[in-house]
């Protein structure tokens, strides 16, 4: 079985300043881990997602996010924030057998003030 | 091409009635997912078809929640009766392959469910 503990439930930050939104996860076995963006009123976007390969994995709107396995954890960053970038995000995992469920962490209100 | 559709939007009941959720999944994909998001915390898987066939539903009140997708494509699921803590957004997801882990899962917009 696997759990995930997202660190922090509430990160404001200014406008342009940096960000990093911490998860942690627990499992006996090994797993694909994903970052998913929830946009007010709409559903859950993948935002990005690692599988195998290069540790650190990057989305299109210039959010990045690193494995370390040694600390189980995926933490999720971005260097410059936008007022667009207002969401609550959710870290998930997958175990890599093909019917293992995806199980997600509380969420993180990422709110940005001008 | 089109995301995964739900319906209604939002509903509210009132306890012990009985309330259903419709959901229609990306043309094409295989497994079907839903999820039940109480407020503040993440989504929990409750029940997951491939094609027309359930493949986890450990999660399903079975006393009182129930799913079906007949013909392998659209889904119901049924609260039957609800209680107050039942108050959540239930989330439909789609994804082409369950044989893949590596398989993308899309999320619909999902049903706010207020129980009073």
């Known amino acids: 079985a696997q759990s995930v503990t997202q660190l922090d439930s509430q990160v404001p930050v200014f406008e342009e300043a940096p960000v990093e939104l911490r998860c942690n996860y627990s499992?006996?076995?090994?797993?694909?881990l994903f970052w998913y963006v929830q946009y007010p009123n709409q559903g859950l976007q993948l935002l990005l997602k690692y599988l195998s390969g290069s540790t650190l994995v990057e989305s299109i709107n210039g959010f990045e996010a690193e494995f370390n396995k040694s600390q189980t954890s995926f933490h999720l960053r971005k260097p410059s924030v936008h007022i667009s970038d207002t969401a609550e995000y959710f870290c998930a995992v997958r175990g890599l057998q093909g019917a293992q469920k995806l199980v997600f962490g509380q969420g993180t209100r990422l709110t940005i003030n001008p | 091409e089109a995301g995964v559709a739900q319906s209604p939007r939002y509903k509210i009941i009132e306890k012990r009635q009985s309330v259903a959720f419709w959901c229609n999944p990306i043309s094409g994909h295989a497994t079907l997912y839903w999820y039940q998001q109480i407020l503040g915390q993440g989504p929990k898987l409750l029940i997951q078809f491939q094609n027309n066939g359930v493949v986890d539903d450990s999660q399903l009140p079975k006393d009182r929640f129930s799913a079906e997708r007949l013909k392998g494509v659209d889904s119901t699921l049924k609260i039957q009766p609800a209680k107050l803590e039942d108050s959540a957004v239930y989330l439909c997801?789609?994804?082409?392959?369950?044989?893949?882990?590596?398989?993308?899962?899309?999320f619909g917009p999902g049903t706010r469910l207020t129980v009073l």
């Open positions: 499992s006996s076995v090994s797993v694909y």
């Open positions: 997801a789609s994804s082409l392959d369950l044989r893949g882990a590596r398989d993308t899962q899309y």
